[in-house]
Nanobody, 122 residues
Framework: VQLQASGGGLVEAGGSLKLSCVASERTRKYYAMGWFRQAPGKEREFVAAIGWNGGSIYYGDSVKGRFTISRENAKDTMYLQMNGLEPEDTAVYFC????????????????WGQGTLVTVSS
């Protein structure tokens, strides 16, 4: 499965962005998917995860209440709606996919996209 993330950009603090992640294989709808991010000099951080049927949703503590994860299996696409962006949200955002249930832990994800850069100015 190949994943293509897009939608990053430069936004002012308090603004919004919506990221998308498109999967290459239409038949593989049974993957759980997730978003992770990595800021310069920091470790990769869990952002959000969603099960293959749109359930089993989890959020990282730092984004809870501001970000919303969703997916449209008919379009092989996962989304991350980011509201109330803060400078601390600046990072490269990666989408990932795995067999089985959704997870907060990056080590369980098999497939990774190339990342899209989100920059939040203060």
């Amino acid at each position: 499965v190949q994943l293509q993330a897009s939608g990053g950009g430069l936004v002012e603090a308090g603004g919004s962005l919506k990221l998308s992640c498109v999967a290459s294989e239409r038949t593989r709808k049974y993957y759980a998917m997730g978003w992770f991010r990595q800021a310069p000099g920091k470790e990769r951080e869990f952002v959000a995860a969603i099960g293959w049927n749109g359930g089993s949703i989890y959020y990282g503590d730092s984004v809870k209440g501001r970000f919303t994860i969703s997916r449209e299996n008919a379009k092989d696409t996962m989304y991350l709606q980011m509201n109330g962006l803060e400078p601390e949200d600046t990072a490269v955002y990666f989408c990932a996919a795995k067999d089985g249930s959704s997870s907060r832990y990056s080590r369980y994800y098999t497939y990774w996209g190339q990342g899209t850069l989100v920059t939040v100015s203060s």
